[in-house]
């Protein structure tokens, strides 16, 4: 279980569309320190300190980029959240999209990706039963290279794809509006619209290679988007057509 961590005392809010937004200059993980707020209440840092990705993967977090954790409620059967994170790459590609972003594409199950670029991150985390952390990191007028080189040639900004006079904050309201609608949907059983239109973009098969949770062996096959849970679609030679959810899979690379 991941950690949890108290929000820091100096941490200012404001209220924008039934959300409520604490904003620090530093903390260690905005989703740590959502893990103990309520539904509707939203964690911004300035930076991260200790940013985490999928299976404890570090994520960088420098000035200019925007980190932030957005709780939402999740009642009833546990399983039907199970389709949030992929969602919540649909939403925030719509906000994008709204800003006059082109070109974007989800990489399964929650990469924002500009060809083979990374543009932004997604880590849904559950610390409790009733609630669900969304967790965003999106590169915006940062240069996450510049402390990490190993990712040089392998990041997107939203600067260089969208230039304008938005603010992170302006992002920030953007991005909680359409994680609002993505939710709603999901409430109101109709995650079905989502996949279709994620679908749309994976019309095209694509070779991958995956690597199962627990396990050291990796496999190829085609990916072919997503069924009506959202668990990945995948024909390999030896299994024909199979699906994983993405508790499963530790690890999906994309060999073409
Ligand atoms: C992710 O993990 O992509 C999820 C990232 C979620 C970050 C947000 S920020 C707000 C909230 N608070 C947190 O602590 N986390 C969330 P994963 O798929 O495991 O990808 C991690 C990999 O992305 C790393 O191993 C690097 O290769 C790469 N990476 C790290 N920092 C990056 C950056 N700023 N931009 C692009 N790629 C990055």
Known sequence: MATVTPLPAEALFIQSEGWTIHTASEIGSTNSASAQLPP????????????????????????????????????????????????AGWAIIGALKELGARDLRLR?????????RKLAGLLVERFNNQTAVVGIGLNVFNF????????????????DLVPGCYT???????????????????????FRLIADELNLGWASPRLVSITLTGRAQTFAGLFEGIDEQGRLRLTTERQGRCTYDAAQVALLRELE
């Open 168 to 190: 992170l904050d302006d992002l920030a309201r953007i991005i909680l509006r359409s994680i609002g609608r993505a939710h709603a949907l999901i409430r109101d059983d109709e």
């Open 40 to 87: 509707w209440h939203a964690v911004r840092a300035r930076v991260q300190t200790d940013g985490r990705g999928r299976t404890n993967r570090m994520w960088i977090s420098d000035e200019g980029g925007l980190w932030l954790s957005a709780v939402v409620p999740c009642p009833g059967n546990r399983s039907k959240w199970s389709i949030l994170p992929l969602a």
């Open 144 to 159: 996450p290279e510049e402390e990490e080189p190993a990712l040089l040639g392998a990041t997107a900004r939203l600067a």
């Open 108 to 116: 399964w199950p929650n990469d924002i990706m500009v060809g083979r």
